[in-house]
């Protein structure tokens, strides 16, 4: 059972490294995602992909990894009320999964941030 908690931070962290990546390989095609009340599009995009790369080197090497977490999950979170319910409330059928996901996420973040002892 030890090494449950190990294989389930390196299973929830290898999805958030690719995610990371693909924000850095398509910002531009990402930035239209960017709410339109928030100015410079693409640099949010970026700045998204390197904090999600830096969490991910938080949680794998234990270092900070409660306040990567915390703040991981707080982001998520805003991605999920800020984008993807707008998007779903305006009758945007993709938006839900993605809700979905990132508020699965965001809980993850929030479990592993209130168990982590850095």
């Not at 995610?19 to 930035?31: D, I, P, Q, Y």
């Amino acid at each position: 059972m030890k090494n449950l908690g190990t294989i389930g931070k390196f299973l929830y962290a290898l999805p958030l490294l690719g995610f990371g990546f693909g924000h850095l390989a398509n910002a531009n095609a990402m930035s239209g995602m960017v709410p339109s009340f928030i100015p410079g599009g693409v640099f949010w995009v970026y700045l998204t992909g390197v904090a999600l790369i830096l969490a991910v080197v938080a949680i794998v090497i234990n270092k900070k990894a409660k306040l990567a977490t915390m703040l991981l999950g707080i982001m998520l979170l805003i991605f999920a009320l800020t984008i993807h319910l707008p998007g779903m409330l305006g009758g945007n059928e993709m938006s839900m999964p993605s809700l979905l996901k990132d508020l699965s996420l965001a809980g993850a973040a929030f479990m592993l941030s209130a168990t982590s002892k850095d």
